[in-house]
């Protein structure tokens, strides 16, 4: 079956270690998007990518980095530079044309 | 820069009774898309209705329909005939060129029996 997976479900961490939480799609979809999603909170975008080795910077990019070297991949880096990185996270992904965004099941980030 | 601002925080509904949520939006651009997501308590988006900006029809699926009024820039969601599982909270959207993706705040639904 097509989708889009995020994993961990669920991820700790301690305070001042980066950690990376993994997005992979196998929908053939050129863009790939990072959204974070605080208690009671909006979506907000972190950073996307419409293409291979091509990404932007979202509304909340600061203390987060991002790679997509391969379509079916867009990894996010959570640094020790975030000051308040507990969250959920979603990844989501779009094919060129279409205008349905699918999502994944999301991340739980706990920093403590 | 666009923008998108969902006014209400949380909205009550009698069971069987009809709902409108309210978004606004802003964009500089003339080629657009707008959305109404909902997010049930799984966290699962779920895409609920879509419209062109270019489509002057207002876009309906079952019992959920829009009111789009692009000189104002508003796009408002109406859930009629509300049932317990439309309990859940609702993200308004837009998708310009670049194919930034951008949501409001939301809005909570409780349905109430």
């Known amino acids: 079956d097509g989708g889009i997976t995020q994993s961990p479900k669920y991820l700790f961490r301690k305070e001042g270690q980066n950690v990376t939480l993994s997005c992979e799609q196998n929908?053939?979809?050129?863009?790939m998007y990072w959204y974070r999603q605080d208690p009671g909170q909006g979506l907000r975008l972190i950073y996307y990518?419409?293409?291979?080795?091509?990404?932007q910077k979202g509304d909340i990019a600061e203390g987060y980095s991002v790679s997509r070297e391969k379509k079916e991949s867009f990894p996010l880096t959570v640094t020790s530079a975030q000051k308040n990185p507990t969250a959920f996270y979603l990844c989501?992904?779009?094919?060129?044309?279409?205008?349905?965004?699918?999502f994944g099941q999301g991340t739980r980030l706990t920093v403590v | 820069a666009q923008t998108v601002t969902q006014s209400q925080p949380e909205m009550s509904v009698q069971e069987a009774e009809t709902v409108t949520l309210s978004c606004t939006y802003d964009?500089?651009?003339?080629?657009?898309?707008l959305f109404w997501y909902k997010q049930p308590p799984s966290r699962q988006m779920i895409l609920v209705i879509r419209?062109?900006?270019?489509?002057?029809q207002n876009a309906t699926e079952n019992r959920f329909s829009v009111n789009f009024q692009k000189a104002a820039k508003s796009f408002s969601l109406k859930i009629s005939d509300s049932q317990l599982g439309d309990a859940a909270m609702y993200f308004c959207?837009?998708?310009?060129?670049?194919?930034?993706?951008?949501f409001g705040g939301g809005t909570r639904v409780l349905v109430k029996p």
């Open positions: 929908l053939n979809h050129d863009a």
């Open positions: 959207a837009i998708k310009a060129a670049g194919n930034k993706l951008t």
């Open positions: 964009t500089s651009e003339s080629d657009y898309y």
């Open positions: 419209q062109e900006a270019y489509k002057q």
């Open positions: 989501a992904s779009l094919g060129i044309g279409s205008t349905e965004a699918f």
């Open positions: 990518s419409q293409i291979v080795n091509d990404f």
